[in-house]
C-alpha cells in the first residue's frame, strides 16, 4: 500500500519497468494502459496520504478519472488491491474485489476474475508475488496462492496451493508441477 512520496515513486517506477514502457511524452500521452496504472497509483497516493476537508475535491476528481479511464479499458480493479510492479499486456475486462490482496510483480491478463464466493463474501483470495494468471482465469473463495505461482488459462481455482512455484490448471485448477 501507498503510504508515502517514496512508496508513490518505487511503485510508479517498479510499473513502469515490468511492463516495459517507454518513459517518453509521446508513451505518456498515448498509451492507455500507462495512464491507466499511473491514474491507479496517484489515486491510491491522494486516497491513502492526503486527509482532510481540503482534499475532498481533489480525491472527488481523481475517483472520477480513475473511473473514467477503468471504463474506457474494460478494467474493475479497486485501489490498494496490488503491491508494485503490476502488469497489464492488454486492455480488457479484468474483475478483481476490492478485499483481494495480491503481491509483488503480478501480471494479470484479460478475462481474469479475482473475487468472492457466492455465500461468503468477504472470503477472497491472497495472491503471493511474482504470480503470472493467464487469459481467462478465475479465482475465487477464501485460498490462498503461494509466490510465483502460474495459473493457465481458463482454469478455474477454489482451493489454496500453498506450494511455491506450482502451475495450476484445469476446471477445478490442480498442480500438475509436481507430475513433470
Request: glycine share 6%.
Amino acid at each position: 500500500m501507498i503510504k508515502n512520496k517514496e512508496d508513490y515513486r518505487r511503485y510508479m517506477n517498479a510499473d513502469l519497468e515490468k511492463n516495459k514502457f517507454k518513459n517518453t511524452f509521446f508513451s505518456y500521452l498515448t498509451n492507455d494502459i500507462w495512464r491507466f496504472l499511473r491514474t491507479l497509483r496517484r489515486y491510491e497516493y491522494v486516497i491513502n496520504t492526503k486527509k482532510g476537508v481540503l482534499w475532498a475535491p481533489i480525491k472527488l476528481y481523481m475517483k472520477y478519472r480513475f473511473k473514467k479511464i477503468s471504463k474506457k479499458l474494460g478494467y474493475s480493479i479497486p485501489p490498494n488491491v496490488f503491491e508494485e510492479g503490476l502488469m497489464l499486456p492488454h486492455y480488457g475486462n479484468i474483475v478483481i474485489n476490492h478485499n483481494c490482496k495480491i503481491g509483488k510483480n503480478c501480471r494479470v491478463h484479460v478475462g481474469v476474475n479475482i473475487g468472492a464466493s457466492y455465500h461468503m463474501s468477504q472470503a477472497v483470495p491472497k495472491i503471493g508475488n511474482n504470480c503470472y494468471i493467464a487469459p481467462g482465469a478465475k479465482l475465487y473463495g477464501d485460498i490462498v496462492i503461494q509466490d510465483n505461482t502460474l495459473v493457465g488459462a481458463n482454469a478455474v481455482v477454489n482451493k489454496s496451493c500453498f506450494e511455491k512455484n506450482a502451475t495450476l490448471v484445469g476446471i477445478p485448477a490442480k498442480n500438475i508441477k509436481k507430475k513433470l
